[in-house]
């Protein structure tokens, strides 16, 4: 009998995008459970377009059909964070090599903080490489249509904010 593989894919969320939620998914070829961590704290988060508990339940919506995926907050340190819920595997996307080198200093960072700590990064489906939250934000608050970025369950809590076209 094998102990469970939990992972954690930790960010802002803000909103989870198609490109989240194709490494959240691609996660499960190495990992039984994945914990998908909304940081928050002034310090951690750029102040924000959704409170922490609408990111949380946009990701809840999105994978309604995935009962491994597991949406949750955390403060503090995601390395105390993983621990506590006995994650070892840190899941990371890498769109292009202009994110590489912040997601490499943090992932020496995280390992020195804590041996057990692994970060795994994935590369997205090409698809997806040029997509962020911050462009899907500025896209939909000037009245561009996201349907291609987010899934059906952001996509309403989108129109909800901004309004249909
Ligand atoms: O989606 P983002 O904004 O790129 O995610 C960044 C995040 C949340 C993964 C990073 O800021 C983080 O891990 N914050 C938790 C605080 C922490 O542990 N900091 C030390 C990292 S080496």
């Known amino acids: 009998m094998s102990a469970e593989r939990i992972a954690v894919c930790p960010g802002s969320f803000d909103p989870v995008t198609l490109g989240h939620e194709d490494i959240i998914r691609r996660?499960?070829?190495?990992?039984?459970?994945?914990i998908v961590a909304v940081a928050y704290s002034a310090t951690q988060v750029k102040s924000g377009m959704?409170?922490?508990e609408e990111r949380v339940e946009m990701i809840r919506d999105t994978f309604a059909d995935e009962p491994r995926v597991q949406p949750?907050?955390?403060?503090?340190?995601l390395v105390d964070f993983a621990k506590s819920q006995g994650a070892t595997i840190i899941v990371r996307g890498?769109?292009?090599?202009?994110?590489?080198?912040?997601?490499?200093?943090?992932?020496?960072?995280?390992?020195?903080l804590w041996e057990a700590m692994e970060t795994v990064f994935l590369a997205p489906d090409l698809?997806?490489?040029?997509?962020?939250?911050?462009l899907v934000r500025q896209i939909a608050s000037l009245g561009g249509d996201?349907?291609?970025?987010v899934s059906p369950a952001v996509l309403r809590r989108?129109?909800?904010r901004f309004g249909a076209r």
């Open 72 to 77: 949750m907050a955390f403060q503090g340190l």
């Open 94 to 112: 890498l769109r292009a090599v202009s994110d590489f080198e912040y997601e490499f200093q943090m992932a020496l960072m995280n390992r020195k």
């Open 127 to 134: 698809e997806h490489s040029y997509l962020s939250s911050s």
């Open 50 to 52: 959704f409170s922490v």
């Open 158 to 160: 989108l129109t909800e």
């Open 146 to 149: 996201v349907t291609p970025f």
């Open 27 to 34: 996660s499960f070829r190495f990992a039984d459970r994945v």
